[in-house]
């Protein structure tokens, strides 16, 4: 343990089945100090503050704390809140049936019963001390997300903590409560506690952090001053990328040459029930895009709605000119759209259904209820794709949970190309599959477009963006904010624009 | 790596067997038996109350009055697979199909000498009837989200009630004996109706299964509801249809119920049958949270639980007491596939496993 | 940006201001209420006598208390479908017990604590810390302990013990609620022993959720199991416990059960345990747990008897009428549930994501 140190942990290893989530991950806090945990998604800031806190067991490493001697051991929240850390998740974790006042005091302090009086009384002053306008005894699912947030940051507050964790605590805050939020943070550096903040906002770290943190792929990348690290440069960290490298690839993608030729998907106005900025887009026959932008900026959103997957509540859409309603996946499908999500586990596969029923699923439900393929047609059609696509797969009976992650997304893959689609939508296709796998799925991309298909390619890793698309459309909190197209196609412009003002000399 | 390997193979080979677990407990019981008294196996040819040549047998029983039973399992296993839950109101919702049946075909007047419908007739609309209940318990279920087993619940309270309503309270007594013939023998043929009605069922579901995408859409709503959706999927209107789906079960198994005795008791008809359904699923292996299902085990379950009934009739126990047996299996049979319990177990074999590869190599 | 969502919250005040578990509370004992002023205007027939409803507790005194149980379990986001074969279970053992095996009243009440105690402890492991379905583990008790009545014993018991006769017969006088009898004679109102029991369950079991950490910790899991881990609580401990109690429950109401008809038999409290469902469901408690209150459940037993004595009033004796009568009621509560709690979502949902694009 280290003068200064608040907490140090040491060597982390975690790996979940299938993805080795935190590879000997070391990170140290100092007392007094706000110091950001910065990596894209799947970087593995999420897994490493759970097993902090104890909600994942770690495999191997150490973590020390200030005034605990030797290795602590965390098996469980209580523990860590026990040893004086508190924790504001990026998933509000608070009971949304009890009260405000309930929430904040619940699971703490000492004897078995609860004074009501003393607990909203204390909850009282600690909301209106903190500027929160909510009375104490309203129950919790009756506040507004933020106000939720802001309870949670008010509970850990309040705890008697050496080390505060905030996991993205500002992304349903408005400008104001970030500010009521950041001089908190500022009151309790004061006191010494030690804070790790996760944001996927450049302009809150360079607001109130000390010192930046970059984990990649699991890996530590660095800790660096926030005064050595100008903007680009931690995205550049961030996305795995030296600022040497980054004008040297130039994409020799031919633009799309048939700017006359009628969009095979049009939209105007587009929006969805998931909060993004009415967005118009197109795409041309044998056109690869591309949506880019940090996290959280609204590239999925955009994506599902052109896909009808979240509940579209205005725009109009035309594919090839023709007006056309898509309001459902359904829909979408039967025009020649395919959607590959975003989230695999979550959205893509039927774990328990083989490989086979996997690949026929888009197809079949297309064909309709009563035109099942027989059994032979349907290994026919997985034999096909798992040869097309290089499957590693047992057989075409092997259940996909099974599978790798990079194969099962060639499964998911290989069930949209099955469909014969127009237009592709690609939602980070290569997030956590190894680097060959995401190298023959760029390859692919590229070659359904030569055939005459259109794709659309989000990526969290702009090299690949840079590699396939030939237009890139950037997101910001929400909304369009550019579109990049020719000799724009550079790491920097697409990393200033992504990263938006305040930065534009050290882009040059 | 190996362990992997193994773990793998082992889960898979588990995955494989399914119907391992059913036909192990056939097995058993049919060594049980065959120990304590080979006549259990006996069958022979004889002839009933009105002349016919019947067969007889306690495995004539076995698979005569499992019938019902394996035919609900059909349904209950749609409707397990589908909503992850289980529909408890199939006993009373046989006593209501099964009195609309009487209702139809006795009329109005209680003691009918002869039939004021024809059978089809009264069968069809009891279908119906079954069907619309099942939807009721679908809408609930699949569009106002409420949990399968609390849904039912409703017409688990409701249904003898509503079938003794049909009815006012008597009970009706079907006096011409051809109605009898579905519940127990054809004149001329030895081997019981219900049999024969039940392996029409079994057909019609293999048929289906294997000529629609019913199956394909099914598990995939049960596995993964977001999935689905993202495919193009209508997981509500699929739930829906397994209840209506059970409701046809529901109303087969229950005009054999009320052709057996040609009459009905509203309070004692297909009583616990529910709580045989939901073991006979997961006594086929399927998760009784959904997902992945297996239409041959949960049959092969049914029967494996009216063998067991039968048996434990045979040594001359008492019906009411019946259920604590069933408990203690059930009880054994979802510890064994808890998985909690199988992470230590399988924890236990990789141990097992560890000294003995070392002692290879 | 918006303005801060905080002032822009639900507009419905007070509907907004109550929690879950008060609203649907007060919607239980207004309808109560209301059935009860309903029954007093419209049918009189004794309604206005304080004995009829000292009747219905009477009648329901055990009732009550597993309902209470249950309420609990369903609390914590379970449910127990073993307490109406635990009831019978208990009737048909003391009944032997005292009857033919000499026993006295006290030890037979162990006896049936200890039965309670078994099935909480068998089932709440199983649950809590097997995380088997609760469904299946309780059914599984429910089929067990509806067996073990009829191997304890096949036949219908009619306890002669004498001190178990006078404990039975015991009445406590209620004092200036009596009526006058047609003769014109002043006759007392009276309750069971039961009933004492019962409210005493009910007190002291409201204090419990209401005044200590383990009764909130209660409402924290069913809330939210993932959360509740997160703020602290030992999700599995607190499940376990919820069990417990509720066996324990089945054990006191299966002896007050016992103590209302004095006999032990194999169909006693048969689908006792729907009825407790029911009347939790009815007394605003929410099958997927974090919301209820055993004040709305006392009103739920009474509600489900009341509406029984209704309906037999009204003139549709017919016995169909009651059960038909209490699944439309349960059916009527569970999609308002369903409804409110959709549509509180709903209006939350508009404040926030207002305050997205706002």
């Keep these: 343990m280290r003068e200064g140190s608040v907490l140090e942990m040491t060597g982390i290893y975690k790996s979940f089945p299938g993805v080795k989530a935190l590879q000997n991950v070391s990170f140290r806090l100092c007392e007094g100090e706000i110091h950001a945990l910065m990596g894209e998604n799947g970087a593995g800031k999420s897994t490493l503050i759970k097993v902090l806190t104890g909600v994942y067991p770690k495999d191997d490493g150490e973590i020390y704390l200030k005034g605990q001697q030797g290795a602590v051991k965390i098996h469980s929240p209580q523990d860590a809140q026990r040893v004086g850390i508190s924790t504001v998740y990026q998933e509000i974790s608070l009971c949304p049936n009890l009260s405000v006042a309930e929430n904040i005091y619940l699971g703490r302090g000492e004897g078995q019963t609860v004074s009501w009086r003393k607990m909203n009384e204390g909850a009282a002053k600690l909301l209106s001390s903190l500027g929160i306008d909510v009375k104490p005894t309203k129950q919790l699912a009756s506040c507004s997300i933020a106000v939720q947030q802001m309870i949670a940051i008010a509970r850990a507050v309040d705890m008697d903590c050496r080390v505060l964790i905030l996991d993205e605590p500002t992304s349903s805050l408005d400008e104001s409560e970030v500010a009521k939020l950041f001089k908190m943070m500022r009151d309790l550096k004061k006191r010494g506690v030690g804070i790790i903040f996760v944001t996927h906002f450049l302009d809150q770290v360079y607001e109130v952090c000390d010192k930046i943190t970059v984990l990649r792929d699991g890996k530590l990348v660095g800790e660096y001053q926030i005064e050595d690290m100008p903007r680009v440069m931690l995205v550049s960290k961030m996305l795995g990328k030296e600022l040497d490298d980054m004008a040297e690839i130039k994409n020799d993608i031919p633009v799309c040459d048939q700017k006359d030729s009628t969009p095979v998907y049009e939209a105007e106005g587009l929006c969805s029930s998931e909060g993004i900025q009415p967005f118009d887009f197109y795409i041309r026959r044998g056109e690869v895009n591309g949506f880019t932008g940090l996290l959280g900026s609204g590239r999925s959103e955009s994506v599902r709605a052109i896909f009808g997957a979240d509940k579209v509540t205005s725009g109009t859409v035309k594919m090839n000119g023709k007006p056309v309603n898509i309001t459902k996946p359904i829909d979408a499908m039967r025009n020649g759209i395919a959607y590959l999500p975003e989230d695999r586990k979550r959205d893509g596969i039927v774990g328990d259904l083989s490989v086979r029923d996997n690949i026929i699923l888009a197809l079949q439900v297309i064909t309709g209820f009563f035109k099942p393929f027989s059994k032979a047609k349907a290994t026919e059609f997985a034999e096909e794709y798992i040869r097309l696509l290089d499957i590693k797969t047992a057989s075409v009976n092997t259940p996909i949970k099974s599978l790798s992650g990079g194969n099962q997304q060639k499964v998911i893959l290989g069930r949209w190309l099955l469909t014969h689609p127009k237009y592709l939508i690609l939602d980070e296709p290569t997030r956590g599959i190894d680097v060959g796998t995401k190298v023959e799925i760029q390859k692919l991309v590229l070659k359904l477009a030569s055939e005459g298909m259109s794709v659309t390619f989000i990526s969290s890793e702009t090299d690949e963006m840079l590699r396939t698309c030939s237009r890139l459309i950037v997101m910001r909190d929400r909304k369009q904010v550019g579109e990049l197209t020719g000799e724009q196609l550079t790491q920097n412009t697409i990393m200033s624009t992504i990263a938006g003002g305040g930065n534009d000399e050290q882009a040059e | 790596m190996s362990r992997l390997n193994n773990k793998k193979g082992l889960l898979a080979g588990l995955l494989r067997h399914q119907m391992l677990i059913p036909i192990a407990a056939l097995l058993l019981l049919a060594l049980f038996n065959l120990i304590a008294d080979p006549s259990f196996f006996k069958i022979s040819l004889g002839t009933n109350s009105n002349g016919d040549p019947v067969l007889t047998g306690y495995l004539i029983t076995i698979i005569d009055c499992g019938s019902e039973l394996a035919i609900l399992a059909i349904g209950m296993t749609l409707v397990t697979a589908a909503s992850g839950g289980q529909d408890i109101s199939v006993g009373a919702a046989i006593a209501i199909s099964g009195s609309v049946v009487l209702r139809v075909l006795c009329g109005s007047d209680s003691h009918a000498q002869t039939l004021q419908a024809p059978i089809i007739v009264a069968f069809l609309v009891s279908c119906a009837v079954a069907m619309i209940f099942g939807a009721f318990n679908g809408t609930l279920v699949a569009f106002f989200r409420i949990q399968p087993m609390v849904a039912t619940l409703i017409l688990f309270t409701a249904g003898r009630y509503i079938a003794a309503s049909f009815h006012n309270n008597e009970l009706p007594i079907v006096n011409d004996p051809s109605f009898g013939y579905y519940g127990n023998y054809f004149p001329g043929i030895p081997v019981p109706t219900p049999c024969f009605i039940a392996v029409i069922c079994f057909a019609v579901i293999t048929l289906v299964l294997k000529r629609t995408n019913l199956g394909l859409y099914i598990q995939s709503v049960g596995i993964n509801e977001k999935t689905a959706r993202l495919n193009g999927l209508h997981p509500e209107w699929i739930k829906f249809m397994t209840y209506v789906i059970l409701g046809l079960c529901v109303a087969v198994a229950g005009f054999i119920k009320v052709s057996r005795l040609s009459t009905i008791n509203y309070s004692v008809i297909a009583k616990d049958i529910e709580m045989d359904a939901i073991l006979a699923v997961a006594l086929g292996g399927n998760a009784l949270s959904g997902g992945k299902f297996n239409m041959g085990a949960s049959i092969l379950g049914a029967y494996v639980i009216q063998f067991l009934s039968t048996t434990l009739y045979k040594f001359n126990v008492q019906s009411d007491a019946l259920p604590a047996y069933k408990a203690v299996v059930v009880i054994l049979l979802v510890v064994m596939s808890a998985p909690a319990v199988r992470e230590k177990l399988s924890a236990l074999f990789a141990k097992l496993r560890k000294p003995s590869h070392a002692a290879q190599t | ?358």
Aim: hydrophobic letters at 50%.
């Design chain 3, 1 to 358: 940006m918006a303005k801060a969502p905080a002032v822009r919250g639900p507009k419905r005040g007070w509907l907004s201001n109550m929690t879950d578990t008060n609203l649907l509370t007060s919607i239980t004992v207004v309808v109560f209420l209301v059935m009860y002023l309903f029954a007093i205007v419209v049918l009189q027939e004794g309604f206005l006598k304080p004995q009829t409803l000292f009747n219905m507790m009477n009648a329901n005194a055990s009732l009550i208390i597993i309902s209470c149980g249950m309420s609990l379990v369903m609390i914590t986001g379970g449910i127990d479908i073993s307490v109406g074969g635990v009831t019978a279970l208990v009737c048909m053992s003391s009944a032997v017990y005292l009857d033919q095996k000499g026993g006295n009243v006290v030890t037979s009440l162990l006896l049936s604590l200890c039965i309670g105690l078994a099935f909480g402890l068998v089932q709440g492991y199983l649950i809590a810390y097997l995380e088997i379905q609760p469904f299946i583990v309780s059914l599984a008790g429910m089929f067990f302990a509806r067996g073990m009545t009829t191997i304890v014993n096949t036949h219908t018991i009619n306890v002669q013990h004498e001190g178990f006769v006078a404990l039975k017969n015991t009445r406590i006088t209620v004092p200036f609620l009596g009526s006058y009898n047609k003769a014109g004679n002043y006759v007392d109102a009276y309750i069971e022993i039961g009933v004492v029991v019962a409210l005493v369950i009910v007190a002291l079991l409201f204090c419990m959720l209401k005044w200590t950490k383990l009764g909130r910790s209660f409402y924290a899991v069913g809330g939210n199991r993932q959360s509740a881990l997160m703020l602290g609580i030992n999700v599995r401990r607190t499940t376990f416990l919820s069990y417990l109690i509720c066996g324990i429950l089945a054990g006191i109401g299966g002896y007050v059960y016992f103590l209302h008809v004095g006999s032990g038999s194999a169909s006693h409290a048969s689908g006792a345990e729907m009825n407790a469902i029911a009347s939790s469901i009815i007394g605003g408690t929410m099958l997927t747990g974090g919301v209820g209150n055993l004040i709305g459940t006392l009103f739920g037993v009474l509600s489900l008897t009341l509406i029984q004595n209704i309906v037999s009033s009204v003139g549709l004796d017919q016995p169909w009428w009651t059960g038909i009568t209490i699944a439309a009621m349960i059916c009527v509560f569970l999609i308002m549930q369903s409804v409110i709690i959709s549509y509180r979502k709903k209006v939350l949902l508009n404040s926030v994501s207002g305050g997205k694009t706002g």
